[in-house]
């Protein structure tokens, strides 16, 4: 408990850890959105379907942007600007606002 107190830098990474997680925990939220986010199946199977479901789906979510952000940044090295390691630090495949979740429903007319 010292430590802690005495720690500022401990108490910086484990905030830092803190915030990645409520970032997660966001993202599942914003995929939930169908029953405000309420899991109502009856059975243990039924649950376990759609939690999985939805950790496969944060799961892509993530793995997309983590793809895109290395592409960023590895054109930003072929172009000759060099990316500062703090910056990247603070950079997170976690967002979502890019991708609509909800889907666009064009209706062309006739």
Do not use: C
């Not at 905030?15 to 599942?28: M, P, R, S, V």
């Not at 590895?74 to 600007?81: E, L």
């Amino acid at each position: 408990m010292i430590d802690w107190i005495l720690d500022a830098e401990l108490q910086r990474r484990a905030q830092i850890g803190l915030n990645k997680g409520e970032a997660h925990h966001a993202l599942k939220r914003a995929i939930s959105f169908h029953r405000r986010g309420e899991i109502r199946d009856r059975s243990a199977e039924g649950q376990h379907y759609r939690i999985a479901g939805m950790n496969l789906l944060a799961a892509i979510i993530i793995f997309w942007n983590t793809m895109k952000l290395g592409e960023v940044v590895a054109n930003q090295k072929r172009d000759g600007k060099l990316l500062s390691p703090d910056l990247l630090a603070h950079v997170s495949p976690l967002g979502w606002e890019h991708i609509n979740l909800t889907g666009e429903y064009r209706w062309p007319k006739p």
